[in-house]
């Protein structure tokens, strides 16, 4: 990370001007980013340990915000057009609320099976005026076997499961050609053949892996791009619990 004088993290208002000229955020944009920052540092409620605005403007902003490029890249939906997105296990918000804001024309859904966690998502899109982000207080297996079934153009998953799981919990609630974004770690060979085999199975093609940089210093974060091809089998979702238990891949 860059350092100020004295060795103390820049400010906050500087990150994220830095992020405005990097995203083309409007004012609007940065002061909700900002306030944002300032209730995961304040309401006990949300679920991080990294609540220090210095940190979590890089940890939790800058990482959600890598993926705007990849929103639209290759899909047969234009961005400007009110798509559907859906945060699967949203937890804080991330990267659910930095992608509403960053781009309003989206509808969000920030899905969270954890009532607590929802409380504190309800409480953010109300302090923070988000009126194209919803909160869903449903399981993945569940919301995907009743109102969001094959609803979505897009998937976001972020540090929930390894990817054949993360894979079936998104293939369900995607429309044909829309895409899964899954925020990932260090790369693992293993790992992603099982993510390839779940999503041959289950409807889903694997189209790129990309590594990208959120923030000075970040060296092992890698977004998995997946589009759906063909429609999911009827027998998923499977029931909760299974997709973790028993992966597909």
Known sequence: MKRAAQGRPEPVDEQLAALAVKWSLNAAAVSRLR???????????????VRSPEEAVHVHVADSLSALPFL????????????????VGSGAGFP???IAIARPQLDVDLLEATRRKCEFLEAATLALDLHNARVVNRRAEEWAGAG???????VLVRAVAPLPTLVEYAAPLLSLGGRLIAWKGARDPSEEAAGRRA??????????????????GSRT????????????P??????PGAARKNPVG
Not at 36 to 43: A, F, I, T
Request: hydrophobic letters at 30%; a negative charge.
């Open 35 to 49: 306030d944002l920052l300032g209730l995961v540092r304040d309401d006990p409620r949300a679920a991080t340990s």
């Open 72 to 87: 639209e890249a290759g899909a047969d939906f234009p961005l400007d057009h009110g798509i559907r997105a859906i945060d």
């Open 96 to 98: 659910g609320l930095p």
């Open 148 to 154: 969001g079934r094959e609803r979505y153009d897009l």
């Open 199 to 216: 999503a041959d199975k289950i409807g889903l093609e694997m189209t790129q892996i990309e590594r990208v940089e959120p923030y000075p």
């Open 221 to 232: 974060h890698n977004l998995h791009l997946y589009e759906k091809s063909r429609p999911t």
């Open 234 to 239: 009827a027998r998923f979702p499977r029931r």
